[in-house]
């Protein structure tokens, strides 16, 4: 029987080399990804609930096209983590004593390709709805600038807690697919050295 480091000694060095920055650069952005992720599905969930219940908050940022192009971003992020999984699959694989089961650089290359791509289309969404929001809220504080303090003044368009909230999880989002873009670069960098 053969000892598993025996066959990972009679690897190339490249390979070796290019499936540990996959194995690292896929957990690495995995666990950042589904961390930012899983706070960012949070906070949109806890709004996504809580505005309906309160009819004076009609024109909150949430409820324009910010949220939507948010949430779009948040499925594409879902898609990207699975993909940075994939990538300590594709190291595994690498890793194999049989040379004919190796996936090719090009292979390597399609995968990480196909998450830069991928990261790169949420990036662009989440910045479209990161810009609505933004424009929506700045609206607010010009009504809310003009109205000061009156008895009369509606909820909606002054800026609230919730709003905030709203870009926290958008931020979170941009730096989720932020990682993955930069990994997706290191990796291409360490499979083409």
């Known amino acids: 029987m053969s000892n598993p480091s025996d066959s990972s000694s009679s690897l190339p060095t490249t390979v070796k080399q290019v499936a540990n920055a996959l194995r690292l650069g896929g957990w690495a952005c995995f666990w950042i990804q589904l961390v930012l992720g899983v706070i960012s599905g949070l906070i949109f969930l806890f709004t996504v609930f809580t505005l309906p219940s309160n009819k004076n908050q009609a024109g909150t940022a949430s409820t324009g096209s910010g949220l939507f192009f948010a949430i779009c971003g ?6 990207s983590i699975y993909l940075a999984f994939c990538y300590t699959r594709l190291a595994r694989k690498l890793r194999s004593p049989t040379p004919s089961l190796r ?4 292979d390597t290359t399609k995968q990480v390709k196909k998450t830069l791509i991928a990261n790169l ?3 662009s969404l989440t910045l479209i709805g990161a810009e609505a929001i933004g424009g929506i809220l700045l609206g607010k504080s010009l009504v809310s600038g003009q109205l000061g303090f009156s008895p009369t003044l509606e909820l909606g368009k002054i800026i609230q807690p919730l709003d905030i909230f709203i870009v926290l999880g958008n931020t ?3 730096v ?3 990682v993955g873009i930069v990994v997706g670069l290191f990796l291409l960098d360490r499979v083409y050295k």
């Open 74 to 79: 948040l499925l594409v992020l879902g898609f």
């Open 103 to 106: 996936p090719t650089r090009a």
């Open 121 to 123: 289309i949420g990036m």
């Open 172 to 174: 979170h989002m941009i």
């Open 176 to 178: 989720a697919h932020f």
